[in-house]
């Protein structure tokens, strides 16, 4: 079954603290993967996709196909990183539909 | 480009009645896609259509659930003789063709008494 696994409800850290919010998924082909953010009052918006490997706001994330995880991290948070963080998976070369995960609420501390 | 639009941005109705929900896809997008956020958890897919078609609505329950994306105007979803677990909040994502990527809208919110 395809199933996308956020195992933390809440991730609190301190402004400046590395962040790493993870993303465990179950697919049996290939899929594309996507991290979307909420941020307060506004509308989901992707953040970053795992083929286009790049860096958005400082967060990165890397697929690892052996651990079926997409992990997002950022090296040192920032109060303005406070939202709430889906990990969504795509059947990619079917109808796209997305399969999200529960999300996490990140809150950065002053 | 204004981004998908979806209205109305919140709706209140009674048991029993009908529930109209719009979406406008972006400016260039031909794929509307439609969620459902249930209290305390993620979004589920529901639906997904091209202009005149439904192309997959595995998600979709399979009574009092309708959606249309006609080939002028707005996508709705349709729901019919509402109950209180109905309650949620709906998503509208649109894409251009030939890509995963989906844009959403600000959602409605559908509260039933």
Known sequence: AQRV?????????FKGAPVELKCNYSYSGS????????????????LLRHIS?????????????GETSFHLKKPFAQEEDSAMYYCAL???????????????????KP | NAGVMQNPRHLVRRRGQEARLRC??????????WYRQLP?????????LQKENIIDES???????????????????RIQQVVRGDSAAYFCASSPPGTQAQ????????TVT
């Open chain 1, 5 to 13: 696994t956020q195992p933390e409800k809440l991730l609190s850290v």
């Open chain 1, 31 to 46: 899929p594309e993967l996507f991290w979307y953010v909420q941020y307060s009052r506004q509308r989901l918006q992707l």
């Open chain 1, 53 to 65: 490997r790049e860096s958005i706001k400082g967060f990165t994330a890397d697929l690892n196909k």
């Open chain 1, 90 to 108: 795509s059947n990619s070369g079917n109808t796209g539909k997305l399969i999200f995960g529960q999300g996490t609420t990140l809150q950065v």
């Open chain 2, 24 to 33: 406008s896809p972006m400016k260039g997008h031909s794929h509307v896609y």
């Open chain 2, 40 to 48: 305390e958890e993620g979004l589920k897919f529901m639906v997904y």
């Open chain 2, 59 to 77: 998600g979709m329950p399979k009574e009092r659930f309708s959606a249309e994306f006609p080939k002028e105007g707005p996508s709705i979803l």
């Open chain 2, 103 to 110: 844009y959403f809208g600000p959602g409605t919110r559908l």
